[in-house]
């Protein structure tokens, strides 16, 4: 069984270069404890690239998209090929870090207990305490 894998956005666009060393790249967030999807994130800024978890479509699962329109229940995000559709925040994983050109990459875990894909932050993938359960099971 596969526990981490990692997605390289292959979009055309170029968001920016990281300023420092856990840094947003032109103002994107990244993962963070206390954040790792879009409905956990207190900021959000128009096309934030996301990583959808949902299986509503199918086919759309574990594609990157990029963040349009939000409110408490729906986030509308919008593909590559132009396809608009909405998803639960929670189902919206934010990016671990961005590359050199400004790429977002997504180092992805499964929780061991409730089985839901969460994203791992910078400094854990950098210190290898990769946790084994997602921020909601952490206590159990």
């Known amino acids: 069984m596969q526990r981490s894998r990692t997605f390289y956005c292959v979009s055309g666009s170029r968001m920016g270069l ?8 032109t103002g994107y967030a990244v993962a963070t404890p206390p954040a790792r999807n879009l409905r956990d994130l207190r900021h959000r800024r128009f096309g934030q690239p996301v990583y959808v978890t949902s299986d509503h479509p199918l086919i759309r699962k574990g594609q990157v998209a990029t963040w349009e329109k939000f409110n408490v229940r729906l986030a ?6 132009n396809v608009l559709l909405g998803y639960d925040p929670a189902d919206l994983l934010l990016p671990t870090r961005f590359d050199d050109q400004g790429q977002p990459i997504f180092e992805i875990h499964v929780c061991e207990l409730c089985q839901r894909p969460f994203s791992l932050t910078q400094q854990e993938v950098d210190e290898r305490q990769e946790p084994k359960r997602c921020s909601a099971c952490q206590d159990f």
């Open 18 to 25: 990281e300023e420092g060393r856990f840094a947003q790249a």
């Open 76 to 81: 509308v995000v919008k593909f590559t090929d």
